[in-house]
C-alpha cells in the first residue's frame, strides 16, 4: 500500500515554545492531506484539512492561528503548534489519499507531543 | 452532524473464541465505510466498505455493511493474542466532506491466553 511518512515521531518541548511536525506522501502524489489529534483512550478527531496550494479548511472548535497548516507541495504538509501549552499534548496523526483514489486513506505513523 | 457509535467499547475473550464488533452511523451523503486497527501508533488499514450485503474476507476477518439499516459488523473468527488493539470504525462522505474520516469511539479487544 501507499507510504504516508511522519517526522518526527515523539517531540518534547517547553511550555511556549512551537514545534513543527511533519508529513509526506513517499510514493504517491496527494492534493489533500487530513490531520487528526488522538488524546489517550479517545478516538481521532480531525483538526483540519490540508490543501495543496491553498488555505487549510479547519474543523469546528480548531484555532487556525494555534495549529498552522502548510501544503507546500503535493507530497508534504505541515503542521506547526505554535506557542504550545502542556493542554496540547497528545497523538497528532495526518493522512493522505493518492489523486484520483475513490476513498482509502493511508496515515503516517504518527507525532507524540508532550509539552512540559 | 455526521456520526459513529461503536459498540462494544470493550471485550476481553480467550484466544479462539470468535467476536463481533459492531458500528452504526449517520452519515450526509455516504460514500464509504472503514475498518482500522490500531496497536501503539497510527490505525492500519482493515477494509473499505461501500456496497451493502457483500462480505469482505481478509484471513479471520470478514466485514459486512448494511446501507439500509446504517450499520456495519467486523468478525473475528479464532481469535489470538496479536488480535488485541482497539478497532476504529471510520465513514467517509461526498461532496465538500470528501475525503474526511468521522472516526467512531474505537472498540477495545482484548484477547487472553
Known amino acids: 500500500g501507499a507510504v504516508v511518512s511522519q517526522h518526527p515521531s515523539w517531540v518534547i518541548c517547553k511550555s511556549g515554545t512551537s514545534v513543527k511536525i511533519e508529513c509526506r506522501s513517499l510514493d504517491f502524489q496527494a492534493t489533500t492531506m487530513f490531520w487528526y489529534r488522538q488524546f489517550p483512550k479517545q478516538s481521532l478527531m480531525l483538526m483540519a484539512t490540508?490543501?495543496?496550494?491553498?488555505?487549510?479548511?479547519?474543523e469546528q472548535g480548531v484555532e487556525k492561528d494555534k495549529f498552522l497548516i502548510n501544503h507546500a507541495s503535493l507530497t508534504l504538509s505541515t503542521l506547526t503548534v505554535t506557542s504550545a501549552h502542556p493542554e496540547d499534548s497528545s497523538f497528532y496523526i495526518c493522512?493522505?489519499?493518492?489523486?484520483?483514489?475513490?476513498?482509502?486513506?493511508?496515515f503516517g505513523e504518527g507525532s507524540r507531543l508532550t509539552v512540559l | 452532524e455526521d456520526k459513529v457509535v461503536q459498540s462494544p467499547l470493550s471485550l476481553v475473550v480467550h484466544e479462539g473464541d470468535t467476536v463481533t464488533l459492531n458500528c452504526s452511523y449517520e452519515v450526509t451523503n455516504f460514500r464509504s465505510l472503514l475498518w482500522y486497527k490500531q496497536e501503539k501508533k497510527a490505525p492500519t488499514f482493515l477494509f473499505m466498505l461501500?456496497?451493502?450485503?457483500i462480505e469482505k474476507k481478509s484471513g479471520r476477518l470478514s466485514s459486512i455493511l448494511d446501507k439500509k439499516e446504517l450499520f456495519s459488523i467486523l468478525n473475528i473468527t479464532a481469535t489470538q493474542t496479536g488480535d488485541s488493539a482497539v478497532y476504529l470504525c471510520?465513514?467517509?462522505?461526498?461532496?465538500?466532506?470528501?475525503?474526511?474520516?468521522?472516526f467512531g469511539q474505537g472498540t477495545i479487544l482484548t484477547v487472553h491466553p
Open positions: 490540508s490543501n495543496e496550494g491553498s488555505k487549510a479548511t479547519y
Open positions: 493522512s493522505a489519499r493518492p489523486f484520483g483514489n475513490t476513498g482509502e486513506l493511508f
Open positions: 471510520a465513514v467517509t462522505a461526498g461532496g465538500t466532506s470528501y475525503g474526511k474520516l468521522t
Open positions: 461501500t456496497s451493502s450485503g
